[in-house]
């Protein structure tokens, strides 16, 4: 279970001026389709879902419409904060259940697929980012160094 | 999406287990991307603010170098003639006459017969594709017709759209031609079915400056009522002799390329200013301003404006009293930015006052020691500019013009009003009521402009009423940029061709294109923490009253952006640039880029102004020979210095001189001189990549 701790008054600092970064047309607010991002460019890794919720189910035109300030915004980070985050063990766990040889590695094809298909899908271009360099000559992705490769960002 | 029908419990966990799991990595992918995102944001942000601060540096002293240039002349005997020369359309053309330069047999490069043809034009891309030169008769040839085909045509080009035929427009190309190269094969040479508008800044910074003008020029000379070329800020002699243009020319051309300069000089005064396509879209450089009215541009006298750049500026409607923080995109909401103020260039730790007289007294004596040594009597107030740009009728005065600076330098910004340009140094920002406003009053729907280096080569703006078209690929770093081209048909709807020249950022994936340009991006910045650092150690000493060396981070922030006044997110920058203590204080004095380095003042104040001190280098390098006497030297640095009121006394300037001169021959290789600070840059101990 994951505890959470309060931001100090100088991660807050940090967070507004990141949060400013993102500010494309100069009212000190950003549009409620930017919060996920925002978000996981200071550290969090919510779900499209979970956003929406904590948004209050927007229709999609607010979401394209709809502004928010930083004082709007710090209470929803820390909603976010709060939720579990998944370690390093959770993600190798996670793709291990594609391992079906039990080898350390998944086909990456079969990769593409799930992650096209279930969830909250990828699109193609996405995934190609995402695979670019990981598959060896067999098409395989040996996921642990994977895993590695993208939490180091 | 479901995992088809349940057969048991095992497979509805597994399938249940899949969900998750694809839930997890799509998480974590967009994490991922979001924090390339931002790190992308900051590099750009990090490249924008040096360059726009380099520039809004030499603005400050433009008419400074415009007074050397006008009265820095030599004693050589040609230049007696030309200051003897009366404005004389006839003798400038005797000046610029090529028919007494030879061509060899041995060169080896392109032959040109006049008048243009298509054959010639070909011939002149293929050679520049093959890195040839072209000889300088023909150079001279051709910037002669250039310049007598610009002296007939207007200051606004109309042109009508067509609908068998798309119009192209191109943004900055800076001098890099594998970029024009690139939008030739993807879109076809011009030619009278394929129209072309080319946007300005053609030259400085990339390499090739020149081959594009001389490409530019042949078809403009080829066809000329569908070719049109818009002049750019960058067209403008005295900027060129900072960013490159003047060098490349110079290193290019030995013996001729004086000449060259001089007429290039002529040619971009006489570029024209806009063009309009069927009264409704409306292509210029930089943007527009609450004053622009598209009539008084038209018939200004173009050739014969004074760009001065003076920091009182017209009083503008809008917003003009409010201390917005206008710097880009970055807006923090932490940093508190200090109201538009016309300071003083900054100072070193070390400097004293001189009084502005003596000042004055100092740089007057200058001038006119220079001008007895070159065998003028008259004092400079009396005499008109010899060398103006003006023509055979007229006076030889320069006027000043707002509404052409405000055309070539101004940027948009998101919110309503017209503010001086202050980053820049020139023209204006701009809001959308304004462009509702002048577009309205002029009937036009839509404003084309280049000027600001655009991620994907363009972008949009005040309600997709101003588009920014910007063709230079790479501008900044390998990968940072795309370049982007415009067509438009009779429907004047904008459709847009992407490109980024150079197989190898391609091949690169998202992270390390971003990684490559960050990292290009931190070292440009640390370079500018290491050349403020005293400036910087006592503005952190007054938030450390007790010495201790450490100093919250909130602190390091706003008294690093209080030096160096770039607007940058340098709380989300700082874990790159500093090292932290356990507790998240920031040790300014541990820090890598602040070294304990004796006496670097004068290093620091010269490494400061090197781009300065190069640019009046190669003012009083009269000779283009690259070299420069001691004494020279010695009075270049005093005139900068006296300018820039810090003072240095002679023994540490002559110490200085002896160890620059590298070959010990008692002159100093202007060219050695600068790349001693490239060295500065890459020696160890001074900037050391902090590990991630």
Request: proline share 4%; aromatic share 10%; net charge neutral.
């Amino acid at each position: 279970m994951h505890s959470h701790t309060e931001f100090t008054p100088d991660q807050i600092e940090d967070f507004k001026e990141a949060f400013g970064l993102f500010d494309r047309v100069g009212d000190s607010q950003v549009a409620y389709n930017q919060v996920a991002d925002i978000m996981r460019a200071l550290g969090q890794n919510p779900t499209n879902k979970s956003v929406n919720k904590i948004l209050g189910n927007p229709s999609a035109d607010d979401l394209a419409n709809k502004r928010l300030n930083f004082d709007a915004f710090l209470p929803m980070l820390k909603e976010v904060d709060a939720q579990p985050k998944g370690t390093y063990d959770d993600y190798v766990e996670g793709l291990r259940v594609f391992d079906k040889e039990g080898n350390g590695t998944v086909m990456g094809a079969e990769l593409r697929i799930v992650l096209s298909t279930l969830g909250e899908k990828m699109n193609e271009q996405e995934i190609d980012a995402l695979m670019a360099g990981q598959e060896d000559e067999n098409g395989s992705v040996h996921y642990e160094a994977f895993v590695k490769h993208i939490m180091s960002v | 999406m479901g995992c088809g029908l349940r057969k048991s419990e095992v497979q509805q966990k597994k399938c249940d287990r899949a969900i998750r799991a694809a839930l997890l990595i799509q998480r974590w992918y967009r994490q991922y991307v979001a924090r390339l995102e931002i790190r992308r944001r900051c590099t750009w942000n990090i490249f924008q603010s040096i360059e726009y601060a380099g520039q809004q540096d030499q603005i400050k002293l433009y008419n400074f170098f415009g007074f050397l240039m006008d009265h820095f002349t030599p004693a050589s005997s040609e230049s007696k003639t030309v200051t003897l020369i009366t404005h004389s359309f006839i003798q400038w053309e005797r000046y610029f006459c090529y028919k007494s330069i030879d061509v060899p047999d041995s060169y080896t490069g392109p032959h040109l017969t006049f008048p243009m043809t298509f054959c010639g034009v070909s011939k002149l891309v293929e050679a520049f594709k093959h890195k040839q030169q072209l000889h300088a008769r023909y150079v001279l040839q051709i910037l002669g017709e250039t310049w007598r085909l610009l002296r007939i045509l207007p200051n606004i080009s109309h042109l009508s759209s067509c609908h068998t035929k798309e119009i192209t427009i191109c943004g900055d190309l800076h001098g890099q031609l594998e970029d024009l190269l690139l939008i030739f094969y993807k879109n076809g040479l011009p030619s009278p079915e394929k129209p072309y508008v080319f946007n300005g800044d053609f030259v400085d910074r990339g390499k090739n400056s020149l081959e594009i003008l001389l490409i530019l020029f042949g078809f403009l000379l080829l066809y000329p009522n569908d070719v049109h070329l818009n002049r750019g800020n960058h067209e403008d002699h005295i900027v060129n002799l900072r960013y490159g243009f003047t060098k490349e020319v110079l290193g290019k051309y030995r013996v001729h390329g004086k000449k060259i300069l001089k007429l290039l000089q002529k040619i971009f005064s006489w570029l024209p200013l806009a063009t309009v396509i069927d009264h409704k879209v409306l292509i210029v450089h930089g943007g527009i301003s609450d004053t622009t009215d598209l009539n008084v541009i038209a018939r200004v006298d173009r050739h014969k404006v004074r760009k001065t750049f003076h920091f009182q500026f017209i009083v503008r409607n809008g917003d003009a009293g409010v201390p917005v923080d206008f710097r880009r995109r970055v807006r923090s909401l932490t940093h508190h930015s200090s109201t538009p103020s016309q300071g003083p260039p900054r100072r070193s730790l070390h400097n004293l006052h001189i009084s502005h007289q003596q000042m004055n007294w100092s740089v007057d004596n200058e001038l006119k020691k220079r001008r007895r040594l070159a065998g003028f009597d008259q004092s400079y107030g009396e005499r008109k500019k010899p060398d103006s740009d003006s023509d055979p009728d007229s006076e030889g005065r320069l006027i000043p013009s707002v509404q052409m600076v405000d055309l070539l330098w101004s940027d948009p910004m998101p919110q309503n009003g017209c503010i001086p340009n202050e980053v820049r140094g020139g023209g204006c920002y701009w809001g959308p009521d304004v462009t509702e406003e002048v577009l309205g009053r002029h009937n036009l729907q839509l404003l084309i402009r280049s000027h600001e280096c655009k991620q994907d080569g363009y972008e949009f703006c005040h309600n997709r009423r101003v588009l920014t078209i910007f063709s230079a690929s790479n501008y900044y770093e390998v990968g940072s940029n795309r370049g982007a081209y415009i067509r438009m048909g009779a429907d004047l709807v904008p459709h847009f061709v992407q490109y980024q020249a150079s197989r190898t950022c391609r091949e690169l994936t998202l992270r390390q294109s971003v990684g490559w340009t960050e990292r290009s991006a931190l070292q440009a910045l640390r370079r500018q923490l290491f050349v403020h650092k005293s400036d910087l150690i006592s503005a952190f000493r007054e938030f450390d009253p007790n010495n201790t060396g450490i100093i919250s981070p909130s602190h390091w922030a706003s008294a690093t952006e209080s030096v160096l006044k770039l607007g940058l997110p340098w709380r989300v920058l700082r874990p790159q640039l500093v090292s932290s203590t356990k507790n998240g204080m920031v040790d300014y004095q541990d820090c890598k880029t602040m070294k304990n380095i004796s006496d670097t003042s004068l290093l620091e104040t010269m490494y400061k102004n090197h781009s300065n001190l190069e640019t009046i280098f190669r003012i009083i390098d009269t000779d283009h020979s690259g070299l420069i006497s001691y004494e020279e030297f010695r009075q270049t640095w005093k005139l900068l210095s006296s300018h820039l009121k810090t003072e240095i006394s002679d023994d540490v300037i002559a110490n200085l001189a002896q160890s620059i001169d590298f070959n010990k021959d008692g002159s100093i290789d202007i060219n050695e001189f600068m790349e001693a600070f490239r060295l500065v840059d890459l020696s160890e101990g001074i900037l050391q990549e902090i590990p991630q």
